[in-house]
């Protein structure tokens, strides 16, 4: 640590039997003068903490801690907090290309005769591999083993290049496949509560703080941590030391009340909040959850409401450090020592508290919800802040079927409703070409070899020979209990279990077209289910474990039947997917899935056997029991009692220091797994997983000079609400796109192509998929659904890669242009670093999701937005025109003013006033210099680099 301006602010603890540690007291700035600091938010009064401890450092002055201390609620200051955060929580899709950007600033440092080694992690960093296990085999009772092996096939090459990455950096610690998923594992295991920090002068306490590259690290909220999501290219500055700019934020107070009725679940109360919060507009906002209802709520409750804070808009859903807190420490079998330095710490900070009343402490704004009122819902069929009454689904979903697409239904006719059309299992032939484990080859193996490796459907979970069924529009073809906003919550997982158990006992059984699977956020969740003799009942419904990662959440659904697939496509049917996940864009659970809905586990479980979303739970059974009478969802739907009684078998401590105390014997073919050594990697020209990113390859230490914005072209001329799903290269890669024709000319088939995160390492890869969405609506095409666009002047039409390509060749830039929240969703860093690689200098939008303007700003693409009374639509674009972004040369200001001049084909010329949206002085930099890797790498240079 820097030596400080104010070393009264630090204070002494002693802790019998640890000894004595200093820390940064809160209370001593108040003492000091620097504001009413008892009055801020607790989440602000971390902020306030992190920048009392690095004052007097290059980053952090005693106005930045005065500026915050003295934060006015209803008038914050639009101030940069330059926060230092614990650690890093990173998953694998995005800790790859993040990987990969660490690996390509020590080659370039390396090209210029400096010492590579300078690129090293200042902080602790966690990368957990959750998001590659996909459901191929489900519904036997060996899925989960044949999914991680298929998994290992599949991702050979990354998993090779992680484990130099954790032999290369110090600081870096991987969880292997298998174990969990990164966030309910941060909850459980990662979160520690308090750090220590050994100095000269003795121990310092600080609070546990955390970023991570998914949007959902926010999570940890409930626990009491303050985290939120941010892109991996922002998370890179933060672990090479460089400061996260934060603007001064408004904080929501969230007022809860009461408490939750009999049947009601967290999963229901956190889609009421989404809803709530996204009509309250809470968007780069601070929510905060106080009062009786929030401290009443358990701590897995909790996290389901902070979780989805990407969801409402938020940037972080934070529940106060309490003794539920503790509490959920303990259970979780962290260590005494831990426990006792965590209570003591925020106790002497004055933060141990859930406030209880409102006016105690200053909100930007306090919203209040009753618990009481929160009835059992859903979410979708597009998108999670589209919540539906249980009740009012059937309805809501045959409207949406015959209301016309352009008002957001499927626009279907009454006589198409009345489609059913048979489908059977159709086992395959022939031969299939699977890729060698190390990545050599392909094999060719015959439909006998294949059943033993190859993920075929097994013949009791899926339709299984000569057994047929029919589907329409609304029946259901995936019911997943998956993501970690669920699985990390026993009471609804018990829930789920204890619902199955009735159903299986009453005779009803799951319909063989719907693939259902569960996939558990932590080895912990299968212990309990087994232990409580549930598992064994969810088997039963086809609900047998697949793996341990996010599965169908992330759109890693896996196959569905070739019989349905076709079946689906040949008769145009909507149909459905029910999941206990957080997310359920467009194309993201399935491509051939247009109907998508979130629920609690146990309603899952439950659409899961009416094998159909347009099912009144109140009126309509769920079928016949084996005595042929009906069998109703209230009959069956577990008793709270019940899954209290259940509940101190989930938190049994011993458990938790078990299953977290030795990941390599829970996953030996991790260790199997070769890899190479060195600080740094030997590139390989034939890895079509690695390769060394082109962002690095021309650097020097001079910032570059920026070209003029003149004569640019619309690549896309996008609507509301398009998300990085539809930006991002994401899910399975098409065999005719860019993309699948690139694989298929180094040689791959098919069945090694694997999916588009997987191959988030090779921007060969993933520029030709960014904007390949098959439900991607560009304006330029009307009519059109996919990635595709029209080159100008002459308007042949061709995938947008391919114009991009042409555009670049000729020498025009480009300009992207959308409307109203542009980039929500994950944090995916592709949907900026494929943006820019195609060639964009600026996209205009009418208004950014917070983590997607950063990460095109961390590029060096320039994002704007219009001025509010501007829609995109009154410009009546049509692609024909061409743009021009005077002063885009020279070096731009936060916030500064703009103008967009549209050269129409007519002659006629129009200026728009558009919002530069650099908000930071930190980001003007970052955009000066190129974007954020160049900077940093500069920075590193000058600050520790000497010639080799």
């Known amino acids: ?153 599949r991702n050979h090459d990354r998993y090779a290049f992680l484990k130099w990455g954790e032999g290369a950096f110090r600081k870096l610690r991987i969880i292997p496949p298998g174990i969990g998923i990164c966030h309910q594992v941060n909850l459980e295991y990662l979160a520690k509560g308090v750090f220590v920090h050994e100095e000269k002068a003795g121990k310092l306490l600080y609070p ?103 969801e409402y808009g938020a940037t972080m859903g934070y529940f106060p450090f309490d003794r539920e807190s503790l509490a959920y420490l303990r259970r979780t079998g962290r260590p005494r020592e831990l426990l006792e330095l965590v209570e003591r710490y925020y106790v002497s900070q004055g933060i141990f508290e859930i406030p209880q009343e409102v006016g105690e402490l200053d909100y930007s704004q306090v919203v209040e919800l009753p618990l009481d009122g929160v009835e059992p819902a859903v979410a979708g069929p597009r998108r999670p802040q589209d919540r539906l009454g249980l009740r009012s689904l059937k309805g809501a979903f045959q409207q949406l079927l015959t209301l016309p697409t352009e008002q957001g239904g499927y626009g279907k006719t009454s006589e198409e409703l009345r489609t059913r059309v048979p489908v059977r299992h159709e086992p395959g032939a022939g031969e299939v070409h699977l890729l060698e484990p190390n990545g050599g080859e392909a094999l060719s193996s015959s439909e006998s070899e294949l059943r033993d490796l190859h993920p075929t459907p097994d013949p009791a979970s899926d339709l299984a020979n000569g057994v047929a069924g029919e589907i329409g529009h609304g029946s259901i073809v995936i019911a997943a209990i998956t993501s970690c906003t669920n699985t990390s919550n026993p009471s609804v997982m018990l829930a789920a279990g204890l619902l199955a158990k009735k159903a299986v006992e009453r005779g009803l059984t799951v319909p063989p077209y719907v693939k259902s699977s569960l996939a558990p956020g932590s080895r912990v969740v299968s212990d309990y289910l087994s232990r409580t003799g549930l598992q064994n009942f969810l088997d039963q419904l086809g609900f047998e474990v697949v793996g341990y990662g996010c599965t169908t959440c992330i759109g890693n659904s896996g196959p569905l039947s070739a019989s349905i697939e076709e079946t689906i496509g040949a008769h145009q049917l909507v149909v459905a997917a029910v999941l206990s996940g957080n997310r359920n864009f467009e194309a993201r659970i399935h491509a051939a899935v247009r109907a998508n809905f979130l629920m609690s586990p146990p309603l899952v479980v439950a659409f899961a056997l009416a094998g159909r979303v347009d099912w009144d739970p109140e009126s309509e059974p769920l079928g016949q029991d084996r005595a042929g009478r009906p069998v109703f969802l209230r009959e069956i739907w577990p008793r709270a009692e019940e899954v209290e009684d259940l509940l101190d078998a989930a938190m049994d401590p011993e458990t938790f220091v078990r299953l977290y105390g030795h990941f390599g014997e829970m996953n030996p073919q991790w260790k199997e797994i070769e890899a190479a050594r060195g600080e740094i990697y030997s590139w390989d020209a034939d890895n079509s997983y690695i390769q060394e990113p082109p962002f690095l390859e021309k650097f020097s230490l001079e910032a570059p000079v920026r070209q003029a914005c003149v004569g640019a072209r619309a690549l896309c001329i996008l609507g509301d609400s398009v998300t990085t799903d539809h930006i991002s290269p994401a899910g399975a890669i098409k065999t005719d796109g860019p993309a699948g024709q690139y694989l298929k000319g180094l040689g791959l088939g098919r069945e090694a192509f694997n999916s588009y995160g997987s191959r988030r390492g090779n921007d060969r890869v993933m520029v030709r998929g960014t904007f390949a969405n098959v439900r991607l609506r560009n304006r330029i095409v009307p009519g059109v659904e996919g990635g595709v666009t029209r080159h100008m002047p002459e308007g042949a039409m061709m995938s947008i890669y391919d114009a991009a390509m042409k555009y670049r060749e000729e020498g025009v830039p480009l300009v992207v242009l959308a409307g109203r929240e542009y980039g929500t969703g994950s944090s995916r860093d592709w949907a900026a670093k494929g943006s820019a690689l195609l060639g964009v200098r600026a996209v205009i939008a009418e208004s950014f999701e917070r983590i997607h303007r950063g990460n095109l700003v961390g590029m060096g693409v320039l994002p704007c937005t219009f001025r509010s009374e501007i829609r995109l639509s009154d410009l009546s674009l049509t692609g024909d025109e061409m743009f021009e972004i005077p002063g885009f040369e020279q070096d731009l200001a936060p916030g500064q003013e703009l103008t967009l001049r549209i050269h129409r084909p007519s002659g006629a010329i129009q200026e728009v006033s558009i919002l530069c949206r650099i908000d930071t002085p930190a980001e003007a930099d970052y955009f000066r210099h190129g974007g954020i890797l160049p900077y940093v790498l500069r920075r590193i240079v000058a600050r520790e680099a000497k010639p080799a």
């Open 208 to 310: 546990d703080t955390v970023l991570g590259t998914d949007s959902h690290t926010t999570m940890i909220n409930g626990l009491g941590v303050v985290g939120w999501g941010v892109g991996g290219i922002e998370a890179e500055a933060a672990m090479l030391g460089e400061p996260y700019y934060l603007l001064t934020p408004d904080v929501v107070g969230v007022y809860l009340t009461g408490s939750l009725t009999p049947g009601v679940t967290a999963t229901d109360l956190v889609l009421r909040i989404t809803e709530k919060l996204r009509q309250v507009g809470v968007v780069n906002k601070i929510v905060e959850f106080f009062g009786p209802g929030a401290s009443s709520l358990a701590v897995p409750d909790r996290a389901t409401l902070s979780n989805m804070a990407p």
């Open 1 to 153: 640590m820097a030596k400080l301006v104010n070393e009264e602010w630090r204070r002494s603890l002693v802790v019998p039997g640890l000894g004595e540690f200093s820390f940064f007291s809160l209370p001593a700035l108040e003492e000091a003068g620097l504001g009413p600091i008892h009055r801020l938010p607790i989440s602000l009064r971390i902020f306030l903490e992190s920048l009392a401890r690095f004052c007097g450092t290059a980053t952090v002055n005693e106005k930045d801690v005065e500026e915050l201390a003295r934060w006015d609620a209803r008038h914050p200051a639009r101030r940069e907090i330059p926060l230092r955060v614990a650690r890093i929580l990173l998953q694998d899709f995005t800790g790859v290309p993040l990987l990969v950007d660490l690996a390509a600033m020590r080659s370039a440092l390396a090209r210029i005769g400096r010492v590579p080694s300078s690129v090293e992690p200042e902080i602790p960093v966690d990368l957990v591999i959750d998001h590659s296990v996909q459901v191929d085999f489900f519904g036997r009772s060996d899925a989960l083993a044949r999914n991680l092996e298929w998994e290992f096939v």
